[in-house]
Structure formats: structure tokens, C-alpha cells
T-cell receptor
């Protein structure tokens, strides 16, 4: 079952923050976040494995709730290069097969 | 990170012809490769999972006889779209997973297929 992302789309000014949510009806083994530019392959951002985990690098961070059914991606002080479509990818226990979320289109304006 | 290549980057073909897309892991052994299809402004949809030396596992709704997958070695998987039709036009992306990569899948750059 495909995870649902919200919002579907968001427009920001450079320097503004954004939060993208990924929700599943079932507990996930892991959640992965990707950014995809038009016509290109997805670029890996980060993976979360444990309930309650939070991690980040530079100005992008993510969390995974205790029940492992929701993850959020936080973009701080957005830059033009952050524009793209963000996908969460979830895997179920014991497999490395991903089901990608519905996607969130993000556009950062100067 | 590990490098995965796809060939060709794009292909245009006539309806009824077959097209082969190659996916190679260049610097690691890919135990498992995944094939995705992505229509414009939509998410990536997993088509099939292939393990080296065994038959591919297809997702529900994906025709096995139309999308032939071969994973003959630890560095190469191929997807053949047989008797392609315009509705098969899409962006096809492969990814590779191996023990050395931990939990991460490494994605190829994608192949854009246009069927006229």
C-alpha cells in the first residue's frame, strides 16, 4: 500500500522552511527520503530505521515516529537547489523492496 | 555512493517493436535489482524485483510476458519491453542493492522510452 505524502505541492521563497510528511497505514521497517529533479533519477537523502529516530545533515533533517507509521522531512532555510519532487520510500520488514510515496513537488523561488 | 548506469538514456521506437534496457552496477555486486516505471508527474511504481540467477518477481498488474527481465550476473540486469505500444511510453529506472551497500538502493539515471 502506497504511503501518502502531504502536502502534494508547496512553493517557498528562498530562506523559508518546509515540512513534508509521509504516512502509512502499517508500520514500516524503514523509511528513505529521495529528491528527484525532472527527468533524472532520485537522489538519496537519508534513511531512518528506528522508531523515534531523528537525523539530518546540513539543513535537511528527518524524523520517524515511535510507531514507525509516519516520517517527516524538514527543510530549513531553503535554497533554490532544493526544488524538485520529494519521495519517501518505505520498506516492509525483511525486504529491501521499496514502495514509494505519492510525492511532494517543492519549488523554491528567489 | 555506488554507481549504477543505464543504457540507453532514451529510445524512440515504432509500435510493435521490442526494446531492451540495460542496468549495470559499475563498482559493486548487485544481488538484487529493481525496475521501476514512472509516468509524468507521478510517483515511481515498482514493476519487478530480480535476484541474480533466478526468475524475477513481478508486482501485481505487471505483465510478465510483456516486460521480460533477465539478471544474468551480479552486475547486469536487462528489461525488455516486448511489442511496445504508445501506452508503454514512460521513464524506466532501475536500482541495485548489494550487501556492501547496507540498506541503500542505488538508482540508475533512467531511460526514457517513447513509442510512436
Amino acid at each position: 500500500q502506497q504511503p501518502v505524502q502531504s502536502p502534494q505541492a508547496v512553493i517557498l521563497r528562498e530562506g523559508e522552511d518546509a515540512v513534508i510528511n509521509c504516512s502509512s497505514s502499517k508500520a514500516l521497517y524503514s523509511v528513505h527520503w529521495y529528491r528527484q529533479k525532472h527527468g533524472e533519477a532520485p537522489i538519496f537523502l537519508m534513511i531512518l530505521l528506528k522508531g523515534g529516530e531523528q537525523k539530518g545533515h546540513d539543513k535537511i533533517s528527518a524524523s520517524f515516529n515511535e510507531k514507525k507509521q509516519q516520517s517527516s522531512l524538514y527543510l530549513t532555510a531553503s535554497q533554490l537547489s532544493y526544488s524538485g519532487t520529494y519521495f519517501c520510500g518505505s520498506s516492509t520488514s525483511g525486504t529491501y523492496k521499496y514502495i514509494f510515496g505519492t510525492g511532494t513537488r517543492l519549488k523554491v523561488l528567489a | 555512493g555506488a554507481v549504477v548506469s543505464q543504457h540507453p538514456s532514451w529510445v524512440i521506437c515504432k509500435s510493435g517493436t521490442s526494446v531492451k534496457i540495460e542496468c549495470r552496477s559499475l563498482d559493486f555486486q548487485a544481488t538484487t535489482m529493481f525496475w521501476y516505471r514512472q509516468f509524468p508527474k507521478q510517483s515511481l511504481m515498482l514493476m519487478a524485483t530480480s535476484n541474480e540467477g533466478s526468475k524475477a518477481t513481478y508486482e501485481q498488474g505487471v505483465e510478465k510476458d510483456k516486460f521480460l527481465i533477465n539478471h544474468a550476473s551480479l552486475t547486469l540486469s536487462t528489461l525488455t519491453v516486448t511489442s511496445a505500444h504508445p501506452e508503454d511510453s514512460s521513464f524506466y529506472i532501475c536500482s541495485a542493492w548489494g550487501l556492501a551497500g547496507g540498506n541503500e538502493q542505488f538508482f540508475g539515471p533512467g531511460t526514457r522510452l517513447t513509442v510512436l
